[in-house]
């Protein structure tokens, strides 16, 4: 098949999982195009059968800002045109699916459109009444509509008043398996060989990257631990700064955007993912997917992916209280931290392995193209 992908070029979860599908796909043999206003990270290095096509919108004086869906669509109608493209696989609905729509009119409704719902653009932006007729449309006049978790489809159900067929396809975790000494990195973590607790996300409102702060300083109180924030956005300013008043600045690195979290995740001992809300939570797949347990909210899809009292433990959003004495347990019984640790492992890489969920999209095209 000829596969168009588009998504945002994020560190963070949509970008990730539309780009390793993309890769996949292509290891499979299929031709895949993959469409954002900038390289996704995961792209890095060459891949045979992927092609990358930037969208970048041409400013105009006329315009207040440049109208990047209707550039989003042209550059898919082009695209879809000149490489005989029989899908598009929309991921994050907003604008992707819009663009998407315009462009399968353009092509006069000779090819394919799947979205992939992936969270906030059903629980946060996309109820914005700027942007919600259009996710309605995107979801009603989509050839399929995937979503990645059962609690995103009920939720797009019930914001939205679909009545149409969406589909769960978990995302999965890509990460390489790591066979680095993780002395090395944990020298450069926790010289002193304490435990180390991580957090990685975009730092934005809904990650809630104070309670992350709150939960290291009352473990810290207590006991020598590390902290480690991957990411940046807009809260990174307001933990810096909390870090700094509460005194924790020695014992807390903050490493900006990394590429490279394998390393970071495989001297991991907890993950620390307190939300208000997460339609899969990507990042704690991937900590488990090293044996790290994780400190998570009970909240949105993460109880899809973390059982309770198995992979790590849930807590209810805001309860930093409970979340530190989690972590607390974890950090003081090696033991404890070890067995989950394996269970979350073992789940990460059958439950969410790549090949059967990439078999599910690939199915999905499939379907839509009337091929199966
Ligand atoms: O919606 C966002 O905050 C961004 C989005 C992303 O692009 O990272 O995150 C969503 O998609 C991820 C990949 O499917 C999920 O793992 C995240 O849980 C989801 N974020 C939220 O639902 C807040």
């Not at 930037?54 to 879809?80: C, G, Q, R």
């Not at 973590?189 to 709150?214: E, G, Q, W």
């Not at 994780?294 to 992979?311: K, L, N, W």
Request: charged share 20%.
């Amino acid at each position: 098949m000829r596969i168009g992908i588009s998504c945002y070029s994020t560190f963070g979860g949509s970008g990730v999982v539309a780009a390793e599908i993309g890769k996949s796909l292509a290891a499979k043999g299929h031709d895949v195009h993959i469409l954002s206003s900038a390289l996704p990270p995961r792209l890095i290095g060459f891949e045979d059968h992927v092609t990358f096509h930037e969208v970048s919108p041409s400013p105009y004086p006329l315009f207040e800002t440049a109208p990047f869906t209707v550039a989003f669509a042209s550059v898919m109608a082009d695209v879809a045109d000149r490489y005989h493209l029989d899908v598009i696989h929309a991921h994050y609905a907003i604008p992707h699916a819009s663009a998407a729509l315009l462009a399968r009119m353009a092509l006069d409704d000779k090819i394919k459109i799947v979205t992939t719902l992936h969270g906030t653009d059903i629980t946060v932006v996309g109820r914005d009444p700027s942007y919600l007729p259009m996710v309605k449309l995107a979801i009603r006049a989509s050839d399929a509509v995937t979503a990645v978790s059962e609690y995103l489809r009920q939720e797009s159900i019930k914001t939205f008043g679909v009545n149409r067929q969406i589909d769960v396809v978990y995302n999965f975790v890509s990460l390489p398996q790591f066979d680095g000494n993780t002395s090395n990195c944990r020298v450069w973590l926790s010289p002193d060989s304490a435990p180390v607790l991580t957090h990685i996300s975009n730092f934005r409102a809904v990650k809630r990257v104070i309670d992350v702060m709150r939960i290291f300083e009352a473990v810290h109180r207590e006991h020598n631990c590390k902290l480690v924030m991957v990411g940046d956005g807009p809260d990174r300013l307001e933990a810096e700064t909390f870090a700094r008043e509460k005194h924790l600045e020695a014992d807390v690195r903050f490493t900006g955007k990394q590429t490279d979290i394998a390393s970071v995740l495989a001297c991991s001992d907890v993950f620390l993912l307190p939300s208000s809300t997460e339609s899969f939570g990507l990042s704690a797949l991937e900590a488990m997917s090293y044996g790290v347990p994780v400190v998570a909210s009970r909240a949105g899809g993460i109880p899809e992916v973390i059982r309770d009292g198995q992979d790590g433990f849930l807590a209810e959003v805001g309860d930093v209280d409970a979340m530190a004495e989690y972590a607390i347990r974890l950090i003081t019984n090696p033991g404890l931290r070890l067995e989950m640790g394996g269970r979350a492992k073992e789940r990460a890489l059958t439950t969410f392995a790549e090949d059967p969920i990439v078999e599910q999209y690939q199915s999905i095209y499939q379907r839509v193209l009337g091929w199966k």
